[in-house]
């Protein structure tokens, strides 16, 4: 699904943030992007969702180059990935139902269409008794939770999480991780650039480490680190 062939990202300023990246993701894997900041996850992300260009190589996504992708196909593109950042980036002025129902408006789905899966898609998440808060009703874990369900409302073929528990405490940022694996076990491809050690040991999925740029390491049912 997701396939990167010699793949390096300078910045201007001739900051090198990805090096020489060659991986394929499969359609239903649940991926870990891990390394301490400054790594490169973030970057790898926007490559991803074509919000930065490589400088070299080239991504395809579900077969075709996105690297090449003229600009009015963009939004096809991103319709594809669902996306969660640390931050939520709910509208402050919309209730959880809102948010999650603006992703369909913007994609022109039909009032029918919205009222059906909004519902739907926010029991998915646990969050159908707060659908009439508003963000600063809620507490992370809720918000995040509405992002969640945003992100998969149109269903993406691969929802990409930025960092989703780094605002949330342990618990929480346990009960989100859970989440991500229910979501990725009922088909949908997940891709989680974290630094979050102690879920990402816990969970055993596939880990891809970044260190300066360098896919350093991708294992099957791998840990944070091999270091002790
Ligand atoms: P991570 O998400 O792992 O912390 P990033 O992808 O955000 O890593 O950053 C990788 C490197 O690229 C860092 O050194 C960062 O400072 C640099 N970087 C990220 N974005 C930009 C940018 N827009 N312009 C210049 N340098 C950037
Ligand atoms: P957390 O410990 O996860 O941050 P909070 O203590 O913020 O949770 O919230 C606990 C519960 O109280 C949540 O269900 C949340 O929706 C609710 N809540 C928090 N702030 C408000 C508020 N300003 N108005 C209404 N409900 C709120």
């Known amino acids: 699904m997701i396939e990167m062939y010699g793949v390096s990202k300078v910045y201007p300023g001739g900051l090198t943030a990805l090096k020489d990246i060659n991986l394929k993701i499969s359609r239903g894997e649940f991926v870990f992007i891990v390394g301490p900041s400054g790594a490169g996850k973030s970057t790898f992300i926007k490559l991803l969702f074509r919000e930065e260009l490589p400088t070299k190589g080239q ?117 989100i991780m859970k989440l991500l694996s229910d979501i990725n076990k009922r088909g949908t491809t997940v891709v989680v650039a974290t630094h979050a050690r102690e879920l990402v040991n816990a969970m055993r999925k596939r880990v891809l480490q970044l260190d300066k740029g360098r896919l350093v390491r991708d294992e099957e049912r791998g840990v944070y680190s091999n270091e002790a």
């Open 59 to 175: 991504i395809f996504f579900n077969g075709k180059n996105i690297t090449r992708m003229r600009n009015r196909d963009i939004p096809f593109l991103r319709r594809r990935i669902g996306i969660v950042f640390q931050d939520f980036r709910l509208l402050p002025e919309k209730t959880a139902y809102e948010n999650v129902a603006f992703a369909m408006e913007v994609v022109e789905a039909s009032g029918k269409e919205i009222r059906k899966k909004v519902p739907q898609v926010l029991e998915r998440v646990g969050l159908s008794h707060k659908a009439d808060a508003k963000p600063s009703e809620l507490s992370g874990g809720e918000q995040q939770r509405v992002a969640l369900a945003r992100a998969l409302v149109n269903e993406p073929d691969v929802l990409v999480a930025d960092e989703p528990t780094g605002n949330l405490d342990p618990d929480t940022s346990w009960d």
